[in-house]
């Protein structure tokens, strides 16, 4: 897989986000990722998924959807130390091509000890890569600092957990805002935690699935 010209895409991205900064209505159809991480298609990840993709395409936007335990996506990272430019393989292109080309991402997963599912953890690892999610440019002290090439402006995070959201520190927080979204260009964060899942009833759940819905309809509001 070609990654892109650094100096051509960046340049790109920084003349969409100048020319949209100040913007409070999206006016025009927009490219939505959602990627779940849940094993079972029971789960209330999998209702928040369902609720997500099917208000985003009412508001007439499209999406772009992975379940990765459907889809048997593979976790693992294997480097071929002996080809620096060994080829990627066409499942990590489609996933790649459509981060490159998302206006929107969504990921859904549940907290486990704190951290996302193994195979959302190896979906970053394989997916977010240099020259597609990020780069590293010399600045003029002669230090490589790195620089987003995402064009996603929205980035959510939709948690589930059986843990009080009080019991102390949230790594998750740090781990999407901070290490991946802000890293790679996306300014617009926000995650949210429903939780306890195992104590929720059916009323709550309704509830927390129409919050879904308004978070939706504020971040990919329906076409003017």
Same mark, same amino acid.
């Given at each position: 897989?070609? +990654? ?8 790109? %991205? +920084? ?19 959602? %990627? ?40 693992? =990272? =294997? ?47 394989? !997916? ?8 590293? %440019? ?8 790195? !620089? ?31 290490? %991946?979204?802000?890293?790679?260009? !996306? ?38």
């Amino acid at each position: 897989m070609e +990654t892109p010209d650094f100096k051509k895409y960046y340049l790109a %991205v +920084t003349q969409i986000r100048n020319e949209q900064m100040g913007k409070t209505e999206i006016d025009s159809k927009m490219k939505v990722l959602i %990627v779940l991480g849940h094993p079972d298609n029971r789960s209330f990840n999998h209702a928040i998924a369902k609720a997500c993709k099917t208000q985003i395409e009412s508001n007439g936007h499209s999406v772009f959807f992975h379940d990765l335990y459907a889809e048997n996506f593979s976790p693992l =990272h =294997h480097i071929d130390n002996t080809n620096s430019d060994s080829t990627v393989d066409a499942e990590i292109h489609t996933h790649c091509s459509q981060l490159a080309d998302s206006d929107g991402i969504i990921v859904i997963h549940p907290n486990w000890w704190g951290q996302p599912p193994a195979i959302i953890k190896g979906w970053i690892d394989r !997916v977010l890569m240099q020259g597609i999610a990020y780069d590293f %440019v010399e600045n003029d002290e002669g230090a490589h600092v790195p !620089v987003g090439l995402l064009k996603a402006k929205i980035g959510l995070v939709l948690n589930t957990s059986n843990t009080p959201n009080d019991i102390g520190d949230d790594p998750l927080d740090s781990i999407w805002k901070n290490r %991946v979204f802000n890293f790679c260009g !996306v300014d617009q964060v926000e995650r949210r935690n429903f939780c306890v899942v195992k104590d929720s009833d059916e009323n709550q759940r309704s509830l927390w699935l129409s919050e879904v819905q308004s978070m939706i309809n504020s971040y990919f509001p329906k076409i003017k």
